[in-house]
């Protein structure tokens, strides 16, 4: 099994920043992809942004330009920094990673809070 531990959540102004980490240890041979989640009250679970060992990311269109999606192999560590956050941003931030041997595995999620 994979175990994700997420880091950085918090209360931010609009306008603020945040950076979230995740980090990834247990039965780990490659993790293919990685990605962060999100899931507001009364709202579904959403992707946020995914990325690729080889670097390849994509993002939901309401966070494209705001938002970086990053990671680092050698550490099995994956980054969110979180720019220009509006209220609407406010949500668990979950992190998530699949790789073929261990299917995929959850992140107990971090509180992200965007409020004046």
């Known amino acids: 099994q994979v175990q994700l531990v997420e880091s950085g959540g918090g209360l931010v102004q609009p306008g603020g920043s945040l950076r979230l980490s995740c980090a990834a240890s247990?039965?780990?041979?490659?993790?293919?992809?990685m990605a962060w989640y999100r899931q507001a009250p009364g709202k579904q679970r959403e992707l946020v942004a995914a990325?690729?060992?080889?670097?390849?990311?994509n993002y939901a269109d309401s966070v494209k330009g705001r938002f970086t999606i990053s990671r680092d192999n050698a550490k099995n560590t994956v980054f969110l920094q979180m720019n220009r956050l509006r209220p609407e941003d406010t949500a668990v931030y979950y992190c998530?990673?699949?790789?073929?041997?261990?299917?995929?595995?959850w992140g107990q999620g971090t509180q992200v809070t965007v409020s004046s």
């Open positions: 247990g039965l780990i041979v490659s993790i293919e992809r």
């Open positions: 990325i690729t060992t080889g670097g390849s990311s």
């Open positions: 998530n990673a699949f790789q073929f041997v261990t299917g995929t595995s």
